[in-house]
């Protein structure tokens, strides 16, 4: 009796399939295009909270612990400031510049105040998430790249002046260099009709060269903190530290899985180079730091995984996990020994080591990507017959090493040119060193009239 | 009256404490302060920059006590905080002149 009653009602289910079968799939594909955008757009608005958690409180918290306890505000400040002032920027004409079409070094301004920038997506950059979820999320980018900067000129530099140069350099360095990597048309992105292929995943080239070598000159144009390197500088709190360290570890997750711009098994793969090079940079920051001194620090510890991370980031997309851990166990003992070493024998005061760190990691990374690159990993790019393109050296394409490195000195002559450019102009427009009694006294009580520790009623 | 000063290790405080207290004594004023006598520094390195740190932290108590009690507190103190190694500290005894306790102007040894 049941078996009958089963098989007829079958036999209907199948004849109303027969009669509606294009309606119900087309219905079937846009149930799961929505079910995918809807699991995109969460990762996505996900990452992008990430990245901006790594300049604020991550970057505020690791840089403002590495100062002197009377710059701890003037130090977080400028992180928060660049959460506050790039978004704007952004808003208004920088995403239009990166990303809209232009010329190969440029994007135009057709994205004007977010001019035609919604919930559609655009199918060039990210064809799953509203067009609007891609825009904030490159946003978190451009306000974590000048805070970087801030760590070479930390705790000597006047707020106006650096919020006018961060507001300079974007237009100058951040936003051409990000076009022509990541733009429509870029002269350096392979996927979207570049015309010198430079794989940056998560924005080594864009964010970690650029900031890192503009820090550089900046230090050096600043010039030091007065009484470096005689008068003790402790950090004044490696608890600080240490928070913002490990968030910036958290926060990383969304700025190179995130980059994947889908909740892909691409972004997984992303993710798990990622923590592996953050873990080998710091193995390798501890035992660099036992072997010439003695003791392993905690201050090493997390400078190393930082190390590691903005290392891998060019490549996280493009390498095996082990890959992504090689490279954090090669910057993690480069960055030890410029910051360690170099730095100290050449005398230059970058601070907070933007340049040792971010700089060097960068142009490792960016060279280091064009090794290890594989299509096992990453198969965007094909050949004319279809099959995914041989990507870096590992898949036999030993030139890819010459193309990051056109890419690097790209990056770094503007971050270089730029950077001394666009602190000219602030030196234009205002005073950009703190005089020296203000410096003696601290940037909290002389730029911002506040102080960071009251412990007294 | 004698004012007691005493310089001793930060984690003699408690021990310090509990033996003042068997004996009768618990006014006291305490603070965190930094020096050294013999001790020699430590060495702290922060991204290859070298510091000696000569001052170590140390805590220190002052106490006003009546004449009869100064040699029993003392030996309770030293007592209390010695562990046998450099840096346990010192201790000082002055003569104190007056005493006033300002809730009721009670005077010299009332006023302790």
């Not at chain 1, 300049?55 to 840089?63: C, S």
């Not at chain 1, 793969?269 to 036992?290: D, K, L, Q």
């Amino acid at each position: 009796m049941s078996l009958l009653r089963l098989g007829t009602f079958l036999l209907f289910a199948c004849s109303a399939f027969a009669q509606s079968a294009p309606n119900d799939i087309s219905a079937l594909k846009e149930a799961v295009a929505a079910a995918q955008s809807a699991g995109d757009n969460a990762w996505m608005l996900m990452s992008a909270a990430l990245v901006l958690l790594m300049t604020g409180p991550g970057l505020a918290l690791f840089y403002g612990g590495l100062v002197r306890h009377k710059n701890v505000l003037g130090t977080m400040m400028q992180s928060f400031a660049m959460m506050a002032i790039v978004t704007l920027i952004w808003g208004v004409c920088g995403y239009s510049l990166v990303f809209a079409e232009g010329s190969p070094f440029l994007g135009d301004l057709r994205y004007l105040f977010l001019n035609g920038v919604g919930a559609a997506p655009n199918a060039d950059y990210a064809p799953t998430i509203p067009h609007l979820t891609f825009m904030v999320y490159q946003m978190m980018f451009a306000i974590i790249t000048p805070a970087l900067i801030a760590g070479a000129f930390a705790e000597r530099v006047r707020f106006g002046a650096m919020v006018t140069f961060s507001t300079l350099w974007l237009f100058i360095v951040y936003f051409p260099v990000a076009h022509m990597v990541w733009g429509k048309g870029g002269y350096l992105n392979p996927f979207l009709g570049g015309v010198v292929p430079v794989f940056d995943f998560a924005g080594g080239t864009v964010v970690h060269i650029t900031s890192g070598f503009s820090a550089l000159v900046a230090a050096v144009m600043l010039g030091k903190r007065r009484g470096y390197p005689h008068e003790p500088m402790k950090p004044h709190s490696l608890v600080l530290s240490f928070i913002g360290a490990c968030m910036l570890w958290f926060g990383w997750f969304g700025f190179n899985a995130g980059s994947a711009l889908a909740a892909s098994s691409l972004a997984t793969s992303a993710f798990v180079a990622t923590h592996f090079a953050a873990a080998a940079g710091a193995v390798a920051w501890m035992i660099a730091e036992r072997l010439h001194n003695g003791k392993a620090s905690a201050l090493g510890a997390i400078s190393g995984a930082v190390a590691g991370l903005a290392t891998v980031t060019q490549g996280a997309g493009f390498v095996t996990p082990f890959s992504g851990a090689l490279i954090g166990l090669i910057a993690g003992f480069v960055c030890f020994a410029m910051v360690i070493i170099v730095k100290i024998k050449l005398g230059y005061d970058d601070s907070l080591d933007a340049f040792g760190v971010h700089g060097v990691g960068g142009l490792m990374g960016c060279l280091l990507t064009g090794v290890f690159a594989t299509n096992q990993i990453n198969s965007a790019l094909k050949l004319p017959n279809g099959s995914p393109a041989p990507l870096g050296w590992v898949d036999g394409n030993a030139a890819q090493v010459l193309n990051q490195g056109i890419g690097a000195v790209i990056g770094i002559a503007f971050g270089v040119i730029g950077t001394i450019i666009a602190l000219k102009l602030t030196g234009l427009l205002t005073t950009v060193r703190m005089e020296q009694t203000d410096e003696a006294s601290g940037m909290d009580i002389t730029l911002h009239g506040e102080e960071g520790y009251l412990f007294e009623d | 009256m004698f004012k007691i000063d005493a310089i001793i290790q930060p984690g003699k405080l408690e021990p310090v404490r509990r033996a003042l207290a068997v004996i009768g004594v618990d006014g006291m004023t305490v603070s965190e302060v930094r020096g050294h006598g013999r001790q020699k520094g430590h060495k702290e390195v922060y991204r290859g920059r070298e510091y000696t740190v000569d001052l170590r932290p140390k805590i220190r108590i002052e106490m006003v006590v009546p004449d009869n009690r100064k040699d029993e507190v003392v030996q309770a103190l030293a007592d209390a905080a010695r562990s046998g190694e450099i840096g346990d500290g010192k201790i000082f005894v002055e003569p104190v002149l007056q005493a006033v306790r300002i809730r009721n102007d009670d005077r010299d040894d009332l006023a302790l």
